[in-house]
């Protein structure tokens, strides 16, 4: 197996790692190489939705996603959401509705909110609960995070 160097856009900043292996997922690349530990590594099976992350603007499970694909793209981590003046309005919205318990789960609803949010501004719930389907919590009970997604609706932050 022959290690390659992966460069791409993160958080809209150009990026390479070196010594990339073909079995490394775009997660470990982002995690272990390039210090990015917002996207989540909890199953590595694209069953929990934790490391969620957009790939050219469709969230995707990075740890489905081998780095090499990433070549020339753009990624969006949670990280590069929020912006110079503090959190994204999402990330607000999870701390007020109290939907954060041990946040593994967190960074990844926050992009799948922050995705669903772009598409449908004003979600009913079955549509949020679709939207999220993918994204498992292992914690709060669900309907804080529907608490989040609704006011974050209600505060119009995408
Ligand atoms: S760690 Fe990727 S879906 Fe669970
Ligand atoms: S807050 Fe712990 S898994 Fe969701």
New binding site residues.
Partial sequence: MVAVRVSCRINGEPRQADDVWPGESL?YVLRERLGLPGA????????????TVYLDGMPV????VPAGQAQGRDVVTVEGLAGGDGLHPVQEAFLAAGAVQCGFCTPGLIVAVHDLLARVPQPSDPEIREALAGNLCRCTGYEKIMDAVRLAAAGGTT
């Fill in positions: 997660l989540k590594n909890a199953c590595e099976q694209g069953e929990c939705g934790s490391c499970c990075a740890c489905l």
